[in-house]
């Protein structure tokens, strides 16, 4: 085996959930795939992105010209690398879909099932 992370991954000395609380992997299962040569390959089995309407709206923001997603999410959440919950509350798969039309409303909600203020 020429991977020395599948090599720890096999040992046991990697565990393959190992991404933090807010890591959008957090609770991805893993999967092994057997190769024809016998080596073991670990990866991440598909993350399903909830719909929109799972998250409570906390406010809106509107985008100027010059944002970057990184910005606004350090803004919205303290945490530049939660750009990715914005596009899973606004339903968009590439992060620059939210900030390349001036003017676009992007929603600023709770995380994922978390209720809002209303209770939904």
Known sequence: MN?????LFQAGLLKATSF????????????????????DVVYLRRRIVPPPERFATLTEYIVVQGDRLDRIAAAATGDPEQFWSLCDANGVL????????VGRRI????????????GG
Request: glycine fraction near 8%; charge should be negative; proline fraction near 20%.
């Open 94 to 101: 590439r992060p620059n879909a939210l900030t390349e039309t």
């Open 20 to 39: 933090p609380p807010t890591s959008r992997y957090h609770g991805v299962p893993t999967a092994h795939l057997a190769l024809p040569d016998g080596t």
């Open 3 to 7: 991977d020395p992370v599948q090599a």
């Open 107 to 118: 929603l600023i909600t709770l995380p994922e099932g978390v209720p809002g203020p209303e």
